[in-house]
Structure formats: structure tokens, C-alpha cells
């Protein structure tokens, strides 16, 4: 039995985030049969920040994936076992255990180590010794029918006459009792039952349709969909009657998608933020002509070549210089220790709109880095995010975040912080626009910024004193010189 325990291998969603509570699986890499080494990765998960690849930490043979894609799991939750001695035969069961359909029973824990199993650091969290005993009926109770297995509706002979009264619905199903007289609990896996409390559905009155009378996450949709309408026999109605008839429900003009990954994340932390630090947003509209000749003029500077060179790029460096400047914005709010953190260091985030939803990974000691080096990792994190592989880490620890609504042809905004963050910079439209300039009103180049921070650490004076920085650069770029 030792043997048997030790080759197969469970693999468990790890936690690869900051605390993170579950995943979902976006992609299989393998299937069962198939061979995996030590390191190769076998899936993709999306969590609430990102979507990450798992590598698997032993060899051996894939034996079973436990969910399938676009399902939710739990961390600590085993999703995949492998088969670490593939070729070596079948362990015989013992006589004495009666033989159970797959999937009846939870797969035995590795018995390496002493009796506990070798994980990867942060891989997965402590096995399980609670272990599902087999059901046994009652003495001299009925045989009960295969669970997951539908009644048989009635024969026509049996139901009711037309002109008869409606007759009443049917009572739910007795609970299956287990050897002490009580309810037994309904089988189901966590992001299932997960699933049941947030619909508002008691696993009790649901018909298991999986294996071995398990609860899916089908049958909990069908449990929470409304009840077809009872099929009647036709009665003679009058014309009238059919036209004040209630016309039904459009079919396919509405579309439900449950809140979860980078969208939950995202709404959590933005009504967190909104609801705990008090918002200001202060607005300037500043004409960055001569910024946007420095643009072209850096797209032609052999420094320069092959980097991504665009507005946001001179935005970003012109917000370090302020922030340089105003180094008391750089800051938290620490409610439990009622402190202000002051920040020697920029982690200079940039909001990116992907298919996953909005993200805002930063770049790390941005406030160190030249031109060149800020606008390499500008392209970097662009590109990256697009390709939905942002890890974790390159989206903790932001301190100040940069929106960059003008990419949709939009003035500004008043822009929510991220948590732990004291100020958010709105880079608007560059549009062209009549301004005064020298005395007259000529075609200038122009833009409106909007910066948002936490009125707890930051004043009305701190607040108009960066962004009045900000646009001073951008108005004179020459500034990113002489205050540097």
C-alpha cells in the first residue's frame, strides 16, 4: 500500500501571488499520458493580479488533471496528479476495502519524508488527514437509487386530468442520512461550494449530476436558473386576452460574466481606496509644444534608437522631477501604526488597459534611471502587459501611478489612487488648440493633466506644488536639465 501511496504525486495550487486565495486555470499544457519533468510548466492560472505559469516540481507521468479549464480552484486545492513510476504496474486494491467507481474517493497523500510530502516553497499548503468514509445505508432501509441520476418523470396514464386542480409541487427529496442518524453533506469541491453561497443555493436541494453523486458547478447553475414555466393544456381564451398578454422576455440580448480575477481585484481595490483615503484632484492645462518637438527630435537621436519614444515617456520623467523636488508626496498612510511612510525610492506605476482588464505594474526605482533606461522599461512593461504575462511582483510595491487617458482621445478624469499609493497623475489629450503665446493667439499644442492624492499626508500646497512642477516641464522641457 506504502508503494502505491508514494507513486502517485498530487500537485497543489500554490499561492503565486501575495496572499492570494485562489486561480483560475486559463490553460492546460498537458494531458493525462502525458510525460513532465521537474520544472516544465503545466498550466496557466490567471489570479487576481495576473496570469502566471505553473511549472510542476517532480517527473513523472500525468495521470489526472481534477478540474478543467476556466474553472476557479482554491489555493491548497490539488489539481493535477502524476504518476512518478509509470511502467512499474497497478498496486493490487486490498480485499478488504469493497471497490468504489473512480473519482469516489479522495487520492492518498505521499508518504515521503517521514510521511510528509516534498513541496516547492510556497507551493501548495500542508496535506489533509481528513479522509470521506464510505456511506453505508441503513439496516432494513430501501436500496437508494444511483445518485446524479434523474427520477423518472410519470407516465402519461398517471398524470392528473386536465379539468382537475393544479396539483402541488412535489416535496424535496429526504435527505441521505449518514450512519448517526444525520444529514449527510452534500459532495462538492470548495469553488463549488464557493459558488452555491454566493448564489444563494442550499447544496442539499441540488441533484448531483458528477461523479459519484458530486455537486458541479453546472448543477448549481441549473439549481439558480428559474424554474420553467408548468406546460398547461391548451384552454380556448378570448382574442383580447392574447394581445394584453405580457410579450416574454428577449432571448440572447443580455450577457452575464461573473466578477472575478483582475476585474474583482481591481473593483475591491478601488472601492477600498475610494472609501478610506479622501480624495483631491487638482487640474492644469499647460501647452507642451515644445514637448512634443523634443519627442520628434529624441525619435531621431541615435541614443534613442530602437527604444519607444512617445509623450508619456517625457510625462513620466517630468512627474520623477517633480516628485524630486516634492520628495514629501512620495508617501503612505499607515492607519495601524497611525504613521506616515516616507519613500526614499519611486516605483513609478503605469495603468494599462489589457484584455484581462485594467492593470498598473511599476517600474522599479524609476527615479534612478536615465532617459534611455526609463524609456527601455517603459516598452518592456508595455509589452509585456499586453501579452497578459505581468507577474505579481511587478505590480506590488507602486508608490506614485500614472493614467494615460489621452490614448482615447480623452481631456483628463479625476483619477482613483491604488491602495498604498499617495498620488495618481491623468495625462490627457494633446490636442491643437488656440493659445496665447507671446502676446498672441496662435495654433500651440495642448493638454490637461489632473493629479489626484490623499488629502490625509498630502495638502492643497504639496498637491499644486507637483503639479505645477510637472507642467512647468512640459512647457520647458529645457527644465528637465536645469532641475535635474
Excluded at 496528479?81 to 486490498?94: E, M
Excluded at 501647452?287 to 527630435?297: E, I, N, P, W
Aim: net charge neutral.
Amino acid at each position: 500500500m506504502a508503494a502505491t501511496d508514494q507513486r502517485f504525486r498530487e500537485f497543489k495550487m500554490p499561492d503565486v501571488g501575495e496572499g492570494l486565495t485562489e486561480a483560475e486555470i486559463l490553460k492546460w499544457y498537458v494531458a493525462p499520458g502525458d510525460r513532465v519533468a521537474d520544472g516544465q510548466v503545466v498550466c496557466e492560472v490567471e489570479t487576481a493580479k495576473a496570469a502566471v505559469e505553473l511549472p510542476i516540481p517532480f517527473d513523472g507521468v500525468v495521470h489526472e488533471l481534477r478540474f478543467g479549464e476556466g474553472t476557479t480552484v482554491d489555493v491548497g486545492t490539488a489539481i493535477i496528479s502524476v504518476d512518478t513510476q509509470p511502467g512499474a504496474g497497478d498496486a493490487p486494491a486490498p480485499s478488504a476495502a469493497p471497490a468504489e467507481p473512480a473519482g469516489a474517493a479522495e487520492p492518498a497523500e505521499p508518504a515521503e519524508n517521514g510521511g510528509r510530502q516534498a513541496n516547492l516553497v510556497g507551493y501548495g499548503v500542508a496535506p489533509s488527514s481528513t479522509k470521506r468514509r464510505p456511506r453505508k445505508p441503513r439496516p432494513g432501509a430501501p436500496a437508494a437509487p444511483a445518485r446524479g441520476v434523474p427520477a423518472q418523470p410519470l407516465p402519461a396514464a398517471a398524470a392528473p386530468a386536465p379539468a382537475a386542480p393544479a396539483a402541488p409541487a412535489p416535496a424535496p427529496p429526504r435527505p441521505e442520512l449518514n450512519g448517526h442518524g444525520k444529514a449527510a453533506r452534500p459532495l462538492a469541491k470548495p469553488p463549488v461550494r464557493k459558488l452555491a453561497k454566493d448564489l444563494g443555493i442550499d447544496l442539499a436541494t441540488v441533484t448531483p449530476t458528477g461523479p459519484d453523486g458530486t455537486i458541479t458547478r453546472e448543477d448549481v447553475h441549473a439549481a439558480a436558473a428559474p424554474a420553467p414555466a408548468a406546460v398547461a393544456e391548451p384552454v380556448a381564451q378570448p382574442a383580447v386576452a392574447e394581445a394584453e398578454a405580457a410579450p416574454a422576455p428577449a432571448v440572447g440580448r443580455e450577457r452575464r460574466v461573473p466578477v472575478k480575477g483582475v476585474r474583482k481585484a481591481t473593483a475591491q481595490a478601488m472601492v477600498s481606496s475610494a472609501f478610506t483615503a479622501p480624495h483631491v484632484t487638482e487640474f492644469i492645462t499647460v501647452d507642451v509644444t515644445r514637448t512634443m518637438k523634443l519627442v520628434a527630435d529624441l525619435k531621431q537621436d541615435p541614443d534613442m534608437a530602437g527604444l519607444r519614444v512617445n509623450p508619456l515617456l517625457l510625462v513620466a520623467k517630468a512627474f520623477l522631477v517633480a516628485i524630486r523636488r516634492n520628495p514629501e508626496i512620495n508617501a503612505v498612510w499607515d492607519d495601524g501604526a497611525q504613521e506616515i511612510v516616507y519613500k526614499d525610492y519611486v516605483n513609478l506605476g503605469i495603468a494599462a488597459a489589457t484584455p484581462r482588464g485594467l492593470i498598473v505594474p511599476n517600474i522599479k526605482d524609476a527615479g534612478s534611471l536615465t532617459l534611455p533606461e526609463l524609456a527601455s522599461a517603459l516598452g518592456e512593461l508595455v509589452s509585456t502587459a499586453r501579452e497578459g504575462k505581468t507577474s505579481p511582483a511587478a505590480m506590488s510595491g507602486g508608490t506614485v501611478t500614472i493614467t494615460n487617458v489621452g490614448v482615447f482621445g480623452v481631456d483628463t478624469g479625476t483619477p482613483i489612487l491604488n491602495p498604498g499609493e499617495s498620488a495618481i497623475l491623468a495625462f490627457g489629450a494633446v490636442k491643437l488648440q488656440p493659445w496665447v503665446h507671446k502676446g498672441k493667439v496662435k495654433p500651440r499644442q495642448v493638454t490637461t493633466l489632473a493629479l489626484s492624492f490623499d488629502h490625509r499626508l498630502v495638502d492643497g500646497e504639496l498637491g499644486s506644488k507637483v503639479l505645477a512642477d510637472i507642467a512647468a516641464v512640459l512647457e520647458q522641457p529645457k527644465r528637465l536639465i536645469t532641475w535635474a
